[in-house]
């Protein structure tokens, strides 16, 4: 198995340094690895150590202009590659797996399940995605959107498979990633991007049915699923005070990406709206 590890990274080399040596390290050596790193062109403290981790641990790094999400970012690293399989990860996660690429081969290539996940500790409730290229191709040949400067991402992807699958993505229970405690991302206007992503989720259907009929699969009653995800919405949205209170409001004003993203969000909602 060909197996794509796509690492999104900005100003954190030495934890990017720990995350390749924990994955080369526990890698079975049975699979070609592929380690592609997405640098910003203006995140001096990395590029002035990606030459020694390319020598180091085989990496191919990416060094482009400052993307507008994160999303973006992982898409870049996967698009027009060969892989069977794609793990994305963070440059925060340490791998806490051995033999985690053999893992990834039994579940995604010997069991043939299209998306699947780590867990992260000490934090099992969340997850890190991993995909065969199946899933890829039914995706529309992406890995996340690129609306969000937040965690949106991930749940767009979830949600769709929940909705073409009616489960879950299941986690892999011998795939663990630990990661460090402590704030990593301020957050603004939760009330707009939860707002957003309640009403996106006519798209996240759309996708879904699409989904479905790629993977052969039966389409399935979308509605019980929905109405959870309707409570869910409720739910954290009584929640944004914590998150603040938890990760904090970012300094200063917003960055000319993030407020590049929220238009294009904004212009989306306008053409959803038109459309419905």
């Not at 991302?185 to 992503?197: A, V």
Request: proline share 7%; aromatic share 10%.
């Amino acid at each position: 198995m060909r197996i794509i590890v796509p690492i999104a990274t900005r100003g954190r080399p030495m934890r990017l340094a720990g995350a390749l040596h924990s994955l080369t390290t526990l890698a079975s050596g049975r699979h070609q690895i592929d380690y592609v790193v997405r640098v910003d062109e203006d995140d001096e403290r990395t590029r002035a150590i990606i030459t020694d981790l390319e020598k180091a641990f085989g990496v191919e790094a990416i060094i482009q202009p400052r993307p507008i999400t994160l999303g973006q970012s992982w898409n870049e690293c996967v698009a027009g590659r060969e892989w069977d399989a794609c793990s994305v990860i963070a440059d925060k996660h340490l791998c806490e797996a051995k033999n985690w690429d053999g893992c990834v081969d039994e579940v995604l290539g010997q069991r043939d399940i299209p998306a699947s996940s780590w867990h992260l500790l000490p934090k099992p409730e969340e997850t890190l995605l991993i995909i065969s290229r199946k899933f890829y191709r039914a995706m529309g040949e992406q890995i996340f959107p690129e609306w969000f400067p937040f965690w949106f991402a991930e749940r767009w992807v979830y949600e769709i498979h929940q909705l073409a699958l009616g489960t879950g993505i299941p986690k892999v229970a011998n795939l663990a990633m630990s990661e460090p405690l402590g704030v990593t991302q301020g957050l603004r206007d939760l009330e707009f991007w939860f707002d957003f992503f309640a009403r996106t989720r006519p798209v996240r259907l759309r996708a879904a049915h699409k989904m479905a009929i790629a993977l052969g699969k039966a389409i399935i009653n979308p509605l019980p699923i929905i109405a959870e995800m309707e409570k869910g919405d409720a739910w954290q949205t009584t929640r944004i005070p914590l998150y603040y209170q938890m990760r904090g409001l970012p300094p200063g004003e917003p960055t000319p990406q993030y407020t590049i993203a929220k238009k294009r969000a904004e212009a989306y909602l306008n053409e959803v709206a038109r459309a419905a």
